[in-house]
């Protein structure tokens, strides 16, 4: 399997591939993609039946693309990303094989060529010396079922692979039945009756096609999360157009354009209330229980639902843009990607076919040779045949992408998105959390507590002065401090100059020249490099520091004025959330650029044993650089500027989709809420989806090392042969379909808030 990788000057576009049913299938098509000029890497997940494709250009290559994959002998289509929820159904490609026509067809001729093979003689004398007229029926029968649709899918889908020379699992299936149904032409033909297998081969061509079946409801059931998250928009919205309202599809409401919200609707876009004031259920979305107020100048999410009041909504986002629409894009891209225990089962089973065929050339000849007895070419054929059905490597394909189809889907309902499926894999493999505090574990919006002037310092004037001055510098920061230190002004209705020479220092604080004075505000350690006497308030920043507090130092023209104490609000599910990480045994440290003092009284109030305080950017990623180098599995959590560099560089970077935009998109993991158990839940779900996934390989690769060799010595005839197949594959969902319960309860996981997935 080729992996996509990130590049600058590269596209990415989707298609929905038709008639997947192994992991040769997928090899297939991959290496017909990959020929393509200009495609730089392809992949394609058999759960869902879509290949994601990456090539070099602008101009995406749709045309090419869809030709390579139709030479090899499956349907193709361009995946329309405009919409929202835009993935095809991942059962798509077995329908074509599974539908319920053939079903009852291949299941009632089945049923019919049993009778006759099992009562037929016992009912109806016939002479030894000539085929039973019975046995006539039962081959004329047989030719239907293959002509008809059940098989003709089958054998062609097999011919065509052969001749493309990409041969899949339905080759292996179409040499099985071939076989067995023309020996049992030759044997009536020369009136050996007792070494006709039409039997076997109707019974195959049925259980395939119950199998296929059942194997497309269990995966559209593995996907249901992504039809839940989809139906989350409603399908209508009230419009306001001048002094009046139509209802209308969601789909032409424009950006700019006004809906009107009454309670106990969906909000259908993404906007800001206009007018109005309600409580808004964001759970649906964010998993946050607590209903939000908002008011007019508020933002307001698509997918939402008005509990208490009316609301008039402007669209800022619609569509595919919306949260939802970005959620359904995340959560498509982690389905479409691979793992590594994913790639190294391809490859193994991409190979499996003509191994398989040499197998059964080997079993029939053995039997040939060293065999004895009357029916001694019909035990051959029934052993080869048995060999080329129970091999197929369906199993081994859908192992992982089942998984990590059902997982995904689970951690968007829950409100944990996951950028791939080797974020899955890696997230269950993690030993090390590191946490940052401002904004992580705490709420990230300090208050000022206390600000104090110095007695002997340049300002005389008390410590409105010396907070209109450090508001003045940190006016245009985006650091929480600095918010709070400019709230606090506006608090107290000060009036706060313009700064010149403004200059942000990562990590310390800020410069600025404000009424034509240096003004430094910050921590110590910038005051100190600047050469500012901090004799005098020593004792002061140590009494703030023991009592838990944040201290921003301000000095003017090289002075220091005074101190400004500010404390952050621990986040209320903190401690329960350290608990249960210290529980899955995971080692924990708090990292972070606050001073050691409030960093320690955070860490101590949620149970964190370790601290890294006054820790700059480049620190954060030299402590997650030295634990991996000590062979951990690191994550960092992080919300921030300054946590990108660290969450880019762990094993697994989780970041709150309230911190900034540089945090999420350099992180693996996003939790959509401001909820720190989301953390537990993400770590707990990758690690059962990863021993979900070794099970799954485990099963399949064991039940092919014990059922050829069964197979190869007649213990299991040909129609059970088929009928153990495709119980391994089904088995396989199914066990991926576990993850949908929560762990320990044996209930099916809930998504957040009152929806429930549709059975």
Same mark, same amino acid.
């Given at each position: 399997?080729?992996?996509?990788?990130?590049?600058?000057?590269?596209?990415?576009?989707?298609?929905?591939?038709?008639?997947?049913?192994?992991?040769?299938?997928?090899?297939?098509?991959?290496?017909?993609?990959?020929?393509?000029?200009?495609?730089?890497?392809?992949?394609?997940?058999?759960?869902?039946?879509?290949?994601?494709?990456?090539?070099?250009?602008?101009?995406?290559?749709?045309?090419?693309?869809?030709?390579?994959?139709?030479?090899?002998?499956?349907?193709?289509?361009?995946?329309?990303?405009?919409?929202?929820?835009?993935?095809?159904?991942?059962?798509?490609?077995?329908?074509?094989?599974?539908?319920?026509?053939?079903?009852?067809?291949?299941?009632?001729?089945?049923?019919?060529?049993?009778?006759?093979?099992?009562?037929?003689?016992?009912?109806?004398?016939?002479?030894?010396?000539?085929?039973?007229?019975?046995?006539?029926?039962?081959?004329?029968?047989?030719?239907?079922?293959?002509?008809?649709?059940?098989?003709?899918?089958?054998?062609?889908?097999?011919?065509?692979?052969?001749?493309?020379?990409?041969?899949?699992?339905?080759?292996?299936?179409?040499?099985?039945?071939?076989?067995?149904?023309?020996?049992?032409?030759?044997?009536?033909?020369?009136?050996?009756?007792?070494?006709?297998?039409?039997?076997?081969?109707?019974?195959?061509?049925?259980?395939?096609?119950?199998?296929?079946?059942?194997?497309?409801?269990?995966?559209?059931?593995?996907?249901?999360?992504?039809?839940?998250?989809?139906?989350?928009?409603?399908?209508?919205?009230?419009?306001?157009?001048?002094?009046?309202?139509?209802?209308?599809?969601?789909?032409?409401?424009?950006?700019?354009?006004?809906?009107?919200?009454?309670?106990?609707?969906?909000?259908?876009?993404?906007?800001?209330?206009?007018?109005?004031?309600?409580?808004?259920?964001?759970?649906?979305?964010?998993?946050?229980?607590v209903p939000r107020a908002c008011r007019e100048g508020d933002n307001v999410r698509g997918g939402t639902t008005v509990q208490e009041g009316f609301l008039t909504v402007e669209a800022t986002a619609v569509g595919s843009d919306t949260t939802v629409g970005r959620i359904l894009r995340a959560v498509e891209a982690a389905q479409a990607g691979t793992t590594r225990m994913q790639r190294l089962?391809?490859?193994?089973?991409?190979?499996?076919?003509?191994?398989?065929?040499?197998?059964?050339?080997?079993?029939?000849?053995?039997?040939?040779?060293?065999?004895?007895?009357?029916?001694?070419?019909?035990?051959?054929?029934?052993?080869?045949?048995?060999?080329?059905?129970?091999?197929?490597?369906?199993?081994?394909?859908?192992?992982?992408?089942?998984?990590?189809?059902?997982?995904?889907?689970?951690?968007?309902?829950?409100?944990?998105?996951?950028?791939?499926?080797?974020?899955?894999?890696?997230?269950?493999?993690?030993?090390?959390?590191?946490?940052?505090?401002?904004?992580?574990?705490?709420?990230?919006?300090?208050?000022?507590?206390?600000?104090?002037?110095?007695?002997?310092?340049?300002?005389?004037?008390?410590?409105?002065?010396?907070?209109?001055?450090?508001?003045?510098?940190?006016?245009?920061?985006?650091?929480?401090?600095?918010?709070?230190?400019?709230?606090?002004?506006?608090?107290?209705?000060?009036?706060?100059?313009?700064?010149?020479?403004?200059?942000?220092?990562?990590?310390?604080?800020?410069?600025?020249?404000?009424?034509?004075?240096?003004?430094?505000?910050?921590?110590?350690?910038?005051?100190?490099?600047?050469?500012?006497?901090?004799?005098?308030?020593?004792?002061?920043?140590?009494?703030?520091?023991?009592?838990?507090?944040?201290?921003?130092?301000?000095?003017?023209?090289?002075?220091?004025?005074?101190?400004?104490?500010?404390?952050?609000?621990?986040?209320?599910?903190?401690?329960?959330?350290?608990?249960?990480?210290?529980?899955?045994?995971?080692?924990?440290?708090?990292? #972070? !650029?606050?001073?050691? *003092?409030? $960093? =320690? %009284? /955070? &860490?101590?109030?949620?149970?964190?044993?370790? @601290?890294?305080?006054?820790?700059?950017?480049?620190?954060?990623?030299?402590?997650?650089?030295?634990?991996?180098?000590?062979?951990?599995?690191?994550?960092?959590?992080?919300?921030?500027?300054?946590?990108?560099?660290?969450?880019?560089?762990?094993?697994?970077?989780?970041?709150?989709?309230?911190?900034?935009?540089?945090?999420?998109?350099?992180?693996?993991?996003?939790?959509?809420?401001?909820?720190?158990?989301?953390?537990?839940?993400?770590?707990?779900?990758?690690?059962?989806?990863?021993?979900?996934?070794?099970?799954?390989?485990?099963?399949?690769?064991?039940?092919?090392?014990?059922?050829?060799?069964?197979?190869? #010595? !007649?213990?299991?005839? *040909?129609? $059970? =042969? %088929? /009928? &153990?197949?495709?119980?391994?594959?089904?088995? @396989?969902?199914?066990?991926?379909?576990?993850?949908?319960?929560?762990?320990?309860?044996?209930?099916?996981?809930?998504?957040?808030?009152?929806?429930?997935?549709?059975?």
């Open positions: 399997m080729t992996d996509v990788t990130n590049g600058t000057d590269c596209e990415t576009i989707q298609l929905s591939i038709e008639g997947l049913s192994c992991a040769g299938c997928v090899a297939s098509v991959e290496a017909a993609l990959g020929r393509v000029d200009e495609v730089v890497a392809a992949r394609v997940n058999l759960a869902t039946g879509i290949a994601t494709v990456q090539f070099a250009g602008r101009a995406a290559p749709a045309g090419p693309l869809l030709d390579a994959v139709r030479e090899v002998g499956y349907g193709a289509e361009l995946v329309n990303g405009a919409d929202c929820g835009a993935t095809a159904d991942p059962a798509r490609n077995a329908r074509g094989h599974a539908g319920r026509r053939p079903l009852l067809v291949a299941g009632v001729a089945a049923a019919i060529i049993l009778v006759a093979e099992h009562a037929a003689p016992r009912l109806l004398v016939s002479r030894a010396d000539q085929t039973p007229w019975w046995r006539i029926g039962q081959g004329l029968l047989c030719s239907a079922v293959l002509v008809l649709q059940p098989g003709r899918v089958i054998l062609l889908s097999g011919l065509r692979s052969l001749f493309r020379r990409s041969p899949n699992m339905d080759l292996l299936v179409s040499l099985g039945v071939m076989a067995a149904f023309l020996a049992s032409w030759l044997a009536c033909l020369a009136g050996r009756a007792d070494a006709c297998h039409f039997d076997a081969a109707a019974m195959i061509v049925a259980f395939i096609t119950v199998g296929r079946y059942c194997e497309a409801c269990a995966r559209r059931e593995a996907s249901e999360a992504v039809a839940v998250l989809a139906r989350r928009l409603p399908s209508t919205a009230i419009r306001v157009v001048g002094n009046a309202e139509e209802e209308v599809p969601v789909e032409v409401i424009g950006l700019g354009d006004r809906v009107r919200v009454p309670p106990g609707t969906i909000v259908p876009v993404d906007g800001r209330i206009v007018s109005g004031t309600a409580a808004v259920d964001e759970s649906p979305v964010t998993g946050e229980s089962a391809d490859r193994v089973a991409g190979g499996f076919v003509p191994v398989v065929v040499g197998l059964a050339v080997i079993t029939f000849t053995s039997w040939m040779l060293f065999s004895s007895g009357a029916d001694r070419l019909g035990t051959a054929a029934g052993c080869a045949v048995g060999v080329l059905v129970i091999a197929c490597p369906c199993a081994m394909g859908l192992a992982t992408p089942t998984a990590v189809l059902v997982a995904t889907g689970v951690a968007a309902l829950r409100g944990i998105l996951v950028r791939d499926a080797a974020a899955l894999e890696a997230a269950g493999r993690l030993d090390t959390i590191l946490l940052d505090k401002t904004g992580t574990i705490t709420t990230g919006r300090p208050e000022v507590r206390e600000v104090y002037d110095e007695p002997v310092g340049p300002i005389t004037t008390g410590p409105r002065e010396v907070l209109r001055y450090a508001a003045a510098a940190e006016r245009y920061s985006q650091h929480p401090l600095a918010q709070a230190i400019t709230a606090r002004a506006r608090q107290w209705s000060l009036t706060v100059p313009e700064a010149e020479a403004f200059e942000n220092v990562v990590g310390l604080g800020v410069r600025a020249v404000v009424e034509g004075r240096q003004v430094l505000a910050g921590s110590t350690s910038l005051l100190a490099e600047a050469g500012v006497e901090l004799a005098p308030v020593e004792n002061r920043i140590r009494q703030m520091a023991a009592d838990g507090l944040t201290v921003v130092c301000v000095a003017v023209d090289g002075i220091c004025a005074g101190l400004i104490a500010l404390s952050d609000t621990l986040r209320p599910e903190a401690s329960r959330a350290v608990e249960r990480l210290r529980a899955a045994g995971l080692e924990l440290a708090l990292i #972070t !650029g606050d001073q050691a *003092p409030a $960093a =320690a %009284a /955070a &860490a101590a109030s949620v149970g964190i044993p370790e @601290v890294h305080a006054e820790v700059l950017p480049e620190g954060k990623l030299a402590e997650v650089a030295r634990r991996r180098e000590r062979g951990r599995r690191v994550g960092f959590v992080g919300d921030g500027i300054n946590d990108a560099p660290a969450l880019v560089a762990a094993d697994v970077g989780i970041a709150l989709a309230t911190g900034t935009d540089v945090a999420v998109e350099a992180a693996d993991i996003t939790l959509l809420s401001e909820n720190l158990t989301l953390i537990a839940e993400a770590v707990e779900l990758a690690r059962r989806s990863v021993a979900i996934i070794k099970q799954n390989l485990f099963w399949a690769f064991a039940y092919n090392v014990l059922a050829l060799p069964l197979a190869a #010595t !007649g213990t299991i005839p *040909p129609g $059970a =042969a %088929a /009928a &153990a197949m495709m119980c391994s594959s089904i088995s @396989v969902v199914l066990n991926s379909l576990r993850l949908r319960r929560a762990p320990g309860d044996g209930r099916p996981a809930e998504p957040a808030g009152d929806e429930r997935p549709a059975a």
